[in-house]
């Protein structure tokens, strides 16, 4: 026997649309498993009928699954300063239930949902370093559907609704990416608190760079990460950041390793190690053979 269970109503207003109500869409479907059906109205009276309405209505209520923010007020401000939009709203009720773990909805909060809310509440979160250049975001690309003004508008609920579809395993790929991220940097402080010299941290695994660097820089004593690549038979060493948020290493390898390439030969002069192979340019990374000549490349920089 199949059973058919009803759809869930997302209710949210009619007109231009921005990437706070597609992405609150997007997060109700998931929640509701792809079971729903959305309505675009300003209509108060559609309003009753809707199990979910966000972005229109002029009311903030979680039991009641009401979620805007554009009344008198707002609909509250985070301890950053980032006031809430609709996607907030929505996924501060509901992103710890579809992420499984408070930690991965935390992560998909900071990367995805604050930044949406910081623009649609016109609220500048980035300076540009050249006038007038800013970055191509997630807003752009998703609102790229919106017609132009030599275009015909009268599709948009068909656009607003094809924009969801795309932004559905978006919102599921992030959450896969903060719940392998989250057991990443276990895994990397597990490999910190095993390292005799903890300036030195040695892994078995091949880390995403911005997850090894933004991990280990959090850390005072590790200067080098040694870890295998994953596309070839070769280890690679990495300098580690001063801190998070530069690009600054805390420790460069020697400016005469530096740009050699490995059909050379140079570096293994140079070094002294026999599978040494390439060392950027910059000075922050090189490649070795194997796994103990990339831990005694790092012991002969510590001491350059």
């Not at 870890?227 to 801190?243: D, G, H, L, R």
């Amino acid at each position: 026997m199949c059973i058919f269970k009803k759809k869930k109503i997302l209710i949210t207003h009619n007109g231009a649309f921005h990437a706070d109500d597609l992405f609150a869409a997007a997060t109700l479907s998931i929640l509701n498993d792809g079971n729903v059906k959305i309505i675009r109205t300003r209509d108060p009276k559609v309003f009753e009928k809707g199990d979910y309405v966000f972005d229109v209505g002029g009311e903030y209520n979680e039991e009641r699954n009401r979620f805007d923010h554009h009344q008198k007020g707002g609909a509250g401000v985070r301890e950053n300063g980032i006031p809430y939009s609709s996607f907030g709203l929505v996924w501060k009720k509901f992103g710890e239930q579809i992420c499984g773990s408070k930690e991965v909805a935390g992560k998909v909060e900071r990367k995805v949902v604050e930044p949406i809310d910081a623009i649609d509440n016109g609220v500048d979160i980035i300076k540009p370093v050249f006038e007038n250049i800013f970055p191509y975001s997630v807003e752009e690309i998703f609102l790229s559907e919106f017609p132009t003004w030599k275009e015909d508008n009268s599709n948009i609920d068909i656009a607003f609704n094809k924009q969801v579809k795309k932004i559905i395993p978006l919102i599921k790929r992030e959450i896969k990416i903060a719940k392998d991220d989250l057991d990443g940097i276990n895994k990397l402080i597990e490999f910190y608190d095993r390292s005799e010299d903890k300036r030195i941290i040695v892994s078995d695994f091949d880390f995403p760079r911005y997850l090894l660097q933004d991990t280990l820089s959090r850390f005072t004593e590790p200067m080098y990460f040694i870890y295998p690549s994953s596309k070839s038979n070769t280890w690679k060493v990495e300098a580690i950041k001063k801190n998070p948020n530069t690009l600054e290493s805390r420790k460069l390898f020697p400016q005469d390793w530096r740009g050699i390439m490995e059909s050379s030969g140079k570096l293994k002069e140079i070094t002294g190690v026999s599978d040494a192979q390439f060392c950027h340019t910059s000075g922050f990374f090189l490649t070795v053979g194997s796994k103990e000549g990339a831990i005694t490349l790092a012991e002969k920089a510590l001491l350059s």
